[in-house]
């Protein structure tokens, strides 16, 4: 046995060896791509930097600015509508339709299907067909037309275009959180539902007293990764509206994709990263809170 | 079994008179076909309107269906650059595509079946960046890239996106649920660990790797904010650049032949889709069961 032992344990070593050198690619692509680069943003938000002349250390000057700047606080206050307005109506219609297919006794599928057709679709591509909508005078348009003649400034307008986009959103990703919530639908015990309707539970109160219970690390999983995705949307807002007209729609990433490649102002743009971050930490820990999720 | 699964509308099977439940039924139907119909509406305007010429896309009242289909439309973009915008997206979507079934099997087959000293907090890293926004590194990313010399290259374009966090969670989830039993009946025939993880583990995850791939290919094929960043130069501009740069740079774009293009981006996708709908549902479920 103990002759055995020492050439087991290289063999052993040998192995995880190779396990570890599994990993390793993967590895060294996200230390640079994303580790690295997290440390970069945080020592370039502390510098002036335009691309043509060299880095130069400005302390806590970008912040000041982000916190101070007119355009940048109107970023967060436009991306603070557009969060609420825009995850709360999603987790709904998906969480509503998620039970609803769930309630089918056929064809589910075939709804599954058509609700997940935008998912699919290039944002950029989904964004070009809504502007042909509504465009003036457009399909949109003319459905409204009983009623407003004119036409409607759907993108035109600081108090309309925020809801176009968001409906648009709506459109295209509700189809992707239906589905996961109802996966977590069709996991939960057939029993628990038979139980409850010998027991005469009417349908809502079986929504209500089993289905959300037991579907809650899913609603907390979906309201999370809504919020993620919510938070970072830029390819819609780019095509139909780029910020405008003029700031109503400068979500926090156009603000800094135009601020970083149009001005070049590198520092202050990390620098709105940066808080952006803090917030989107914050927001997801207060929401997995309010959802009491144990991972 | 199936019934099991559904949430039948009624209270119990003798709870209700079976016309209510039948209206209620009937209703549910209406609603999702009404639905389903406004879902499908967009794509379906603009598969029609491809084929109109020019002044009919916007006519009032709107002409559902072109009254001579343009096939030009679908001809024109070819000669604006749109075919090398084609091949561009083709190329780095194919690599995009194939690199994370490889990579990321490594990967996930390490952090599943193997136990060396840090391994959790590889795999904990690796998780986090789920929570970091794109917009964080942008701007540094660009940086670095700029650094290597691979801005306006496919090398660009491509290295920054060769392995993903889904795809290496989704592999590590999946290599769990092949037994270790297999592995090690191969280690005792002699065979070397790549060689093991060559022809055992790899065939194994076939389920995984098709949703993998499905996943990679249109988020490769769809991606926007990182090509925006990283080309200017007109040939190596993706799909998605080619139909922003002609809405934008205040001309006056032929919507007839953007939304032929808008049809033929979608194509690759679409069939994809109608192809492997079930590992497309499936893998978006999966994602949610992270538990």
């Not at chain 1, 990993?23 to 440390?39: D, E, G, K, N, S």
């Not at chain 1, 809502?204 to 609603?219: A, F, G, K, T, Y």
């Not at chain 2, 999702?32 to 509406?41: I, P, Q």
Request: hydrophobic share 55%.
């Amino acid at each position: 046995m103990s002759s055995i032992a020492p050439t087991r344990l290289s063999y052993r070593a040998v192995q995880q060896i190779w396990g570890a050198l599994f990993v390793l690619p993967v590895l060294l692509l996200f230390l640079v791509f994303r580790l690295y680069p997290m440390f970069l943003a945080v020592q370039i938000s502390f510098q002036k930097y335009d691309l043509l002349t060299p880095p130069r250390w400005v302390g806590l000057d970008n912040y000041a600015f982000i916190f101070s700047n007119e355009r940048v606080l109107n970023s967060f206050k436009v991306t603070g509508i557009f969060i609420v307005g825009q995850t709360v109506p999603l987790v709904l219609c998906a969480l509503g339709l998620a039970v609803v297919l769930f309630t089918l006794p056929r064809f589910r599928h075939v709804f599954e299907l058509t609700f997940y057709f935008p998912v699919i679709m290039t944002a950029v591509v989904a964004a070009l067909i809504w502007l042909t909508l509504f465009y003036p005078r457009g399909l949109f348009d003319q459905i409204v037309a009983p009623w407003f003649p004119l036409g409607v400034p759907w993108l035109t307008s600081p108090v309309l275009a925020l809801p176009s986009v968001i409906a648009v959103d709506l459109w295209k990703s509700t189809g992707y959180y239906m589905i996961i919530l109802l996966a977590g639908l069709l996991s939960i015990p057939g029993e628990y539902l038979e139980a409850a309707t010998i027991d005469g539970a009417g349908y809502w109160s079986r929504v209500r007293h089993i289905l959300l219970p037991l579907l809650r690390p899913q609603l907390a999983f979906v309201a999370v990764i809504a919020l993620i995705n919510t938070v970072q949307a830029f390819d819609s807002f780019y095509v139909l509206t780029r910020g405008g007209p003029g700031d109503a729609t400068r979500v926090l990433p156009i603000e800094i994709y135009l601020r970083a490649f149009q001005v070049l102002e590198m520092g202050r743009a990390a620098a709105v990263s940066m808080a952006m971050f803090v917030v989107l930490v914050v927001l997801s820990l207060v929401q997995l809170r309010l959802f009491r999720y144990e991972p | 079994m199936s019934r099991a699964a559904t949430l039948a509308l009624a209270r119990s099977e003798s709870g209700r008179p079976r016309v209510w439940r039948a209206v209620g039924y009937g209703l549910l139907y209406a609603f999702l076909v009404g639905l389903s119909a406004f879902m499908l509406l967009p794509f379906a305007f603009a598969l029609t309107s491809s084929l109109k010429p020019e002044p009919e896309v916007f006519a009032v009242p709107i002409n559902w269906l072109p009254s001579e289909p343009q096939w030009q439309n679908y001809v024109a973009p070819w000669s604006k650059n749109f075919g090398r915008y084609f091949v561009n997206s083709t190329v780095v979507a194919a690599v995009q595509t194939l690199s994370p079934l490889i990579l990321c099997s490594l990967a996930g087959y390490s952090l599943a079946k193997f136990r060396y000293p840090g391994r959790q907090l590889v795999f904990f890293f690796i998780l986090s960046t789920i929570m970091l926004p794109t917009q964080v590194t942008l701007v540094p990313t660009f940086l670095i890239v700029k650094q290597l010399g691979w801005v306006n290259s496919y090398l660009g374009l491509i290295v920054p996106g060769l392995a993903t966090t889904f795809g290496t969670f989704l592999m590590r989830q999946f290599m769990f649920s092949i037994p270790s039993e297999y592995v090690d009946a191969a280690r005792i025939d002699g065979a070397s660990e790549p060689r093991i993880y060559w022809n055992i583990v790899l065939p194994m995850c076939r389920p995984a790797l098709s949703a993998l791939a499905i996943f990679s290919f249109t988020g490769s094929w769809n991606s926007f904010l990182w090509p925006l960043v990283i080309v200017n130069q007109d040939e190596m501009r993706t799909v998605p650049l080619g139909i922003v740069f002609y809405i934008g740079e205040g001309r006056v774009p032929e919507y007839g032949q953007l939304l032929a293009v808008a049809v033929l981006a979608t194509l690759p996708v679409l069939v994809l889709f109608a192809a492997m709908q079930r590992e497309f549902i499936r893998g978006a479920a999966m994602s949610g069961l992270k538990g």
